[in-house]
C-alpha cells in the first residue's frame, strides 16, 4: 500500500540485492504460547515507561532524521516507478534532505506517529509503507509506533499493531519485511538526529 502526493519526491533508486524471506515457524504448544504472551506483555509495559537520551528527540512537534544502523543512511520517502510513493533507508543526512526529515507527534508510552509532508509512515499486512492523510483526516492505528530502545542511543519503530513488526532496513538501503524484523536486529536500529527543535527556533527568533 502506497500512496499519491502533490509533492514531487525523488525517484527510488533499484535495489541491488533482493530480499530474502524466512519462514517462520509458530510454536503449536499451548503452554509455549501462554508463556510468549505473557513475555510479549512483559516487553511492552518496560518499553511503555523505557528512558534514555535518545527520546528526548521524540517530542510532538520535532523534526527528526532516522539514520539506519545497517545502510549509515536515512529513512526516505522515495517515488516508486509506478508513480506511487514508498520509502528506503538511502537518504542523505541533513536539513536539506527534506524527504527524509519526519516531524514527531507522541502519543504518550513511548508511542509516536512520525509524518513528512501529510505522509504518515506505517506498516500495513507486514510491509512498510507511506499513508497519506488529508487534513482533518482520522489517522489510523497502523501509523503508530512503539519506540523500543536499544542502549541509549538506537531505537526501533515496533508496530502496535503487530508487536513483532517493525520498520527494518537492509544493507544496500532496501527495505526489510516487517514480518522478519525483529526490534533487536541491527536492521531494525536507528540513529536519530534532531533537525528541528520548534521551542528553541522560537527562542533564537526573539533574539
Known sequence: MTSKNQEKY?????????????????AGDVVQSKLEAAGHY?????????????????????RIQLVS?????????????????TLDGKGEIGAHAWNAIWTVVNDGNNQVQLYNNNNFLAIV??????IQVGNGAQIGAETKFQLVLNGDYLVALQSTVGPDRCIGINEDGSL???????SSSVNSLFGVLLIKNPENAQLEDKK
Request: net charge negative.
Open 125 to 130: 499486512n507486514g510491509e512498510p509503507v507511506v
Open 42 to 62: 512483559l516487553e511492552s509495559e518496560w518499553n511503555k515507561h523505557n528512558f534514555g537520551p535518545v527520546l528526548n528527540n521524540f517530542v510532538t512537534g520535532y
Open 176 to 182: 526489510k519485511t516487517a514480518q522478519i524484523c525483529a
Open 10 to 26: 525523488p525517484a527510488q533508486e533499484p535495489s541491488m540485492l533482493q530480499k530474502v524471506v524466512d519462514k517462520l515457524e509458530k
Open 69 to 85: 544502523r545497517a545502510s549509515h543512511h536515512t529513512l526516505q520517502i522515495v517515488e516508486g516507478p509506478s508513480g506511487q510513493l
